[in-house]
T-cell receptor, first 115, second 112 residues
């Protein structure tokens, strides 16, 4: 069964540093998403991406965040200057058609620890 | 966005059937009901989705009454590996606003 993959599985960084989290969505999917989950809290939507542009973003996704699809397979989330409160699990997801009746498939996540 | 309410936690034993009911009184005509499962430190995993009546797949069944104001996820004969958090999500099928909105979910603990 095809799956979403993410690298690295764990990233430790110093406050103020830039991090790039990488995802390889399922190959024929057209819609891509990032979510995050702070330890012990709910899964929160960050951003959705389609046709090389952002479709929707949440209030969390401020100017410190950006997404990119640099080639035909990767989808990245960049945090320019990390804060302590950015520590969380970050999940990438992808779907085929992008409607809410469509299944979003999630990756295993990247645990980001900001010191 | 329809608000969902589900139990915070449930305990069960291996081999039993687990039923988790989700209330969504304000469900809209275009809304689908979707359930996800999440193991610790892993991404949510799609279990089942339905619009009305009953849906069954190899993992679970989803029962939706005629008024659609609630739904019940049924996990037959659970095992220890079914210990997870189960999320009920309700959303419309329109192309705009593709995000999934997760609540707190139901933490299911399966005991030996």
């Amino acid at each position: 069964e095809p799956e979403v993959t993410q690298t690295p599985s764990h990233q430790v960084t110093q406050m103020g540093q830039e991090v790039i989290l990488r995802c390889v969505p399922i190959s024929n999917h057209l819609y891509f998403y990032w979510y995050r989950q702070i330890l012990g809290q709910k899964v929160e939507f960050l951003v959705s991406f389609y046709n090389n542009e952002i479709s929707e973003k949440s209030e969390i996704f401020d100017d410190q965040f950006s997404v990119e699809r640099p080639d035909g397979s990767n989808f990245t989330l960049k945090i320019r200057s990390t804060k302590l409160e950015d520590s969380a699990m970050y999940f990438c997801a992808s779907s085929d058609t992008g409607t809410k009746s469509d299944t979003q498939y999630f990756g295993p996540g990247t645990r980001l620890t900001v010191l | 966005l329809a608000k969902t309410t589900q139990p915070i936690s449930m305990d069960s034993y291996e081999g039993q059937e687990v039923n988790i009911t989700c209330s969504h009184n304000n469900i809209a005509t275009n809304d689908y009901i979707t359930w996800y499962q999440q193991f610790p430190s892993q991404g949510p995993r799609f279990i089942i989705q339905g619009y009305k009546t009953k849906v069954t797949n190899e993992v679970a069944s989803l029962f939706i009454p005629a008024d659609r104001k609630s739904s019940t996820l049924s996990l037959p004969r659970v095992s220890l590996s079914d210990t997870a958090v189960y999320y009920c999500l309700v959303g419309d099928i329109g192309a705009a606003g593709n995000k999934l909105t997760f609540g707190g979910g139901t933490r299911v603990l399966v005991k030996p």
